[in-house]
């Protein structure tokens, strides 16, 4: 198993900017893939971002360009830099890994809320 704890989450005026942090409970080395879900009020979660442990990452249309994804192996940490904040980046995000224990395995995060004033 693997235990995620995100932080950075906030209050942030539009054309702002956060950083979400996901620390890990084991290396990164023995993790698939770790990436940063969104859900916003009344919808589904949606895939933003996530790294693989190649260092290949993948972005959700709407946020490339705006939103990068890095990890840092000797932290067991996952980060989201997010830039020019949008009203509809507001929501939680969750951290989530894969290819722990199996390859379709998926363990989350207790998620962090984003709120964007205009």
């Known amino acids: 198993q693997v235990q995620l704890v995100e932080s950075g989450g906030g209050l942030v005026q539009s054309g702002g900017s956060l950083r979400l942090s996901c620390a890990a409970s084991?290396?990164?080395?023995?993790?698939?893939?770790m990436g940063w879900y969104h859900q916003a009020p009344g919808r589904q979660r949606e895939l933003v971002a996530h790294?693989?442990?190649?260092?290949?990452?993948y972005y959700l249309d709407s946020v490339k360009s705006r939103f990068t994804i890095s990890s840092d192996n000797a932290k067991n940490s996952v980060y989201l830099q997010m830039n020019s904040l949008k009203s509809d980046d507001t929501g939680v995000y969750y951290c989530?890994?894969?290819?722990?224990?199996?390859?379709?395995?998926?363990?989350w995060g207790q998620g962090t809320q984003v709120t964007v004033s205009s």
């Open positions: 989530y890994a894969s290819g722990v224990l199996a390859p379709d395995d998926i363990f």
């Open positions: 084991r290396s990164l080395f023995s993790i698939h893939v």
């Open positions: 790294i693989n442990s190649g260092g290949s990452t």
